[in-house]
């Protein structure tokens, strides 16, 4: 099982965070399942660096978080995109693209 | 930061609860669920100390880590954490007690008073004083012309007798003019205050300070509309000053305030005061109008003064008055501190003493950085470790501030409650047997200082072991064990600097102490052992007649009673500050145009040579028959003779003063005059009887006299008693005040030299024992760490006494530097003591070699222990520490 998953690259968490929350405000549980459900578990997050780094994107005015009942009916954290930070999230989605489409082009002609 | 910290929890309380109900969706067993999922989520407290540190900017939480840090580590050595703390705390206290001081005399805004930075002191500035009294004329000239003040006014401070309801008691107080309180601008606290309406009031009346209201009413209300006497007249109090008010005299305690024209009703009144332009005695105070800057009143005042000496100069009959007339400016001074006696006697030895005590911090700095640097030496594996696993060279610096902040913060504590007891200290030395109400007690000028002093002082003392600790690379030191010598350059630079700053200290202090010896040793003319002298009060004045009766009765009663030999009295006590000089006109020499037409004067009793010691090297002293009727004669001194009489006997010739002319009988030794430092002035003395109209007049009271008695042995303070019981006897007015030894009377004017002898050997003590531990500290660690060098040398044959002299000579590597460097510091220096100084110069070369001597031999005593046991090294040893 450990073999199927990968680390999150550096620097990605803050992306995927960003992409995960533009979709509906969620919690730190919620977005950490929807990281790992939608990369069909390859993706772990780990959970003890999932809080900081919301916390950071929060004070950093990307993220904007209220308290509210979650599914469970518990009160939650819910984090919500701020404009500035789908402004963001489109620079970083956009560099990605750029990346990924780099190393792939070389993973393909360089054999 | 509390609501932060709950919500934090909870937000991870939360996650933590969903995945293990999920676990237990699963299957999981509730407690097993719990588990995985605390073991999944990772070390929850590092993840909310990470989350906070998100919350908090990143140096904050590095200092708070650093500091925690730091108090753990300091903990762990006691021993290091006392002494540090001890001498920052000393350095620290040093500083803030005489900040406090020039605080309380010099900065400190009065008391009481309405915007106190909006007043401003009126003066004449000559060359004798900077801040002279002004006459009534020329008050009255400022006010009524100067544009830049809003009002003003004037008052004399008073010493004086009173009763209140049949109790006697000696007050001090001020004549003041109208606008004193309305400039001041305060209310009163009972009653009502003196104002513009009293200055011609035929009522006499007085208000009184709210202290005394306390102290002698019990703030009884009733105190209002009580009457006192005060020089024969009866006075009735109108009002009481608001509690807190201090008068503008630092110092000095006042319990009542008259209005001015009381001057008049006094014994000796005759309004000459009023009408003389020149007879300087009061001292203006004004309030600037809104918006106008010191500067310009002052420019204001100046200008105004150069009117007023053109148009009085010429009024001037003498060519020497009239020169020094010339000479004369007018100045107004910031006078939000008050005016200031204080200020004047004290400002130089205080601005020195700053200095010395900012040498001892540095002292003090430089001795902690070095204690810091050896723990840092004695660390060194430990900050390998931390920069191998990645600490940075900057956060390892700050880390070592943190530990000096730490330390600097306890020596402020500690250094504040020194102070406290130091300025106390300070000011009983200064009060001089007296009692000086000189508030010490900190305000927020004396925490800012201490504060800033403290912070720059750790800065200082930590910057250099901790630069050091930044450069400590990772690979040498992990490997290192104890070998080799390890030069270690910054501590010795450290050890060096402690030695030059002592050397300045010690150089200093000897001077001060050299002067003060110097200054006693000085040939006066005088014996002050085994004399009493008093001064006496009445309750009212006598008519002239009767004066002289008293006068004479005071001193025959003296020469009677047990044990003296002889008595007699004085109009001015030699060496105590006072100088009364007269021009005088001399048969058979005619002065130059603008010479010195002066002679210091002195009226005394007969037999006043006898108790002063002072020989009669010609001609005959004074006897109980030149009295008022006989025909006036004279005592001349040597330098007199000398420059009047060209060394010729003036025995019978003739010298005029104040319109007597007298017959010069005999001729005295020179004696001092002024003071110990001040040369003998020519020298005229008068029988106290033959001061003629004038002269009588002011001077025609038992009061203006001082009285002494020699006793053939034993302390003469013991007639005391004797004379109290005879005053009252002699007349039922008069009593004795303030009996003293002739020694003690002197010494009251040595107090500034006392003082900075005092201090000036208690720093240069404190300096040598820092240097001394300082020396020692790095000896101690050189030898450790050479210590299987020096055993190699003991087994290739070194003997006990070369391996003593190895680590001596060490010393004298430190002590040539430091001793060069701290002379060549003071050199420069001391410059700025030289007006303090008596009989030495500020290079003297004798105090130089003094401090060096007592350096060397002390800091060779301290390298001796370190020495000792090295030579006590056994080769075996030595190289099983490898």
Sequence with gaps: MASEKSDLLQGTLDMLVLKIVALEPAHGYLIA??????????????????????????????????????????????????????????????NWDRLAGAVALIMRTVE | ????????????A?????????????????????????????????????????????????????????ARTLRRSPGFLACAVLTLGLGIGANTAIFSLINAVMLRPLPAVREPAGLIQISRVTDHCDACAVSYALFEYFRDRLSSVSESFIEMPIRHEITVDGVDEMVNGDEVSGAYYSVLGLAPAAGRLLGPEDDASPTPVAVISYDYWRRRFGLDPAAIGKSFTYASTTLTIVGVEPPGFEGTERGRTREFTVPLSMTDRMGGGDGRWRQEWDMNSLVMMARRKPGVTVARANAEVAALFDVWRNDKAPTLKEAFDRIRFLKERAAALPGAAGMNGLRAQFWKPLSILMGIVALVLLLACANLSGLLLARAASRQREISIRRALGAGSGRLTRQFLAESLLLGSCG?????????????????????GDDLPLSVSPDWRVFAFTGAVSLLACIFAGLAPGLSAGRVSVNPSLKEVRTGGGHRPLGRVLVVAQLAISMTLLVGASLFIRTLVKLYSVDTGIRTGGVLIFDVTAKHHFPPARSVEIQNAIVARLQSLPGVTFASAADILPLGGGLWTRRVQVDGYT???????????????????????????????????????????????????????????????????????????????????????????????????????????????????????????????????????????????????????????????????????????????????????????ILAFQVSRRINEIGVRMALGATRGNIVNLVLREVAMLLLPGCTLGALAAAGLTR??????????????????LAAAALAASTLAAGFLPALRASRVGPITALRCE
């Design chain 2, 591 to 777: 002065f130059r145009p603008g010479e010195d037409d002066t002679a210091a004067l002195n009226a005394i009793a007969w037999r006043y040579f006898a108790v002063t010691g002072t020989p009669i090297l010609l001609g005959r002293d004074f006897s109980e028959r030149d009295t008022v009727g006989s025909s006036p004669v004279a005592i001349v001194n040597q330098k007199f003779v000398r420059e009047l009489f060209a060394g010729r006997s003036p025995l019978g010739r003739h010298v005029t003063q104040n319109d007597v002319t007298y017959e010069i009988v005999g001729v005295v030794k020179d004696a001092k005059y002024e003071s110990l430092r001040k040369g003998v002035p020519r020298t005229l003395y008068i029988p106290w009887e033959q001061q003629g109209e004038m002269g009588q007049a002011n001077r025609s009271q038992p009061m203006a006299y001082a009285y002494l008695a020699r006793v053939a042995s034993g302390d003469p303070m013991r007639l005391t008693p004797l004379v109290e019981h005879a005053m009252p006897q002699i007349d039922p007015a008069m009593r004795m005040r303030t009996p003293r030894t002739f020694q003690d009377h002197v010494n009251q004017s040595t107090l500034n030299e006392r003082m900075m002898a005092t201090l000036g050997g208690f720093f240069g003590l404190l300096a040598l024992i820092v240097a001394c531990l300082g020396i020692f500290g």
């Design chain 2, 1 to 12: 930061m509390k609501r932060l910290e709950r919500r934090l929890e909870a937000e991870i």
């Design chain 2, 14 to 70: 939360y996650h933590i609860d969903r995945v293990t109900q999920n676990y237990v969706a699963q299957g999981l067993a509730p407690q097993e669920a719990r588990r995985r999922a605390l073991l999944e989520f990772g070390g929850a407290t590092q993840i909310q100390e990470d989350l906070r540190d998100v919350h908090r900017p990143r140096w904050l939480a590095d200092l708070r880590q650093d500091v925690v840090y730091a």
């Design chain 2, 412 to 432: 402020a504590l500690v250094g504040f409650s020194v102070a406290q007891w130091f300025s106390r200290a300070l000011v009983t030395m200064m009060a001089n």
């Design chain 1, 33 to 94: 399942q929807r990281i790992q459900q939608i990369s069909r578990d390859v993706l772990q997050v780990q959970q003890g660096s999932l809080y900081p780094a919301l916390h950071r994107l929060e004070k950093r005015g990307w993220l904007k978080a209220d308290w509210r009942d979650s599914e469970t009916g518990r009160e939650a954290k819910f984090y919500a995109l701020t404009r500035l930070g789908r402004k963001q999230l489109e620079a970083e989605s956009a």
């Design chain 2, 832 to 849: 700025f003591a030289n007006s303090m100084l008596f009989g030495v110069t500020s290079t003297d070369p004798t105090a130089f070699a």
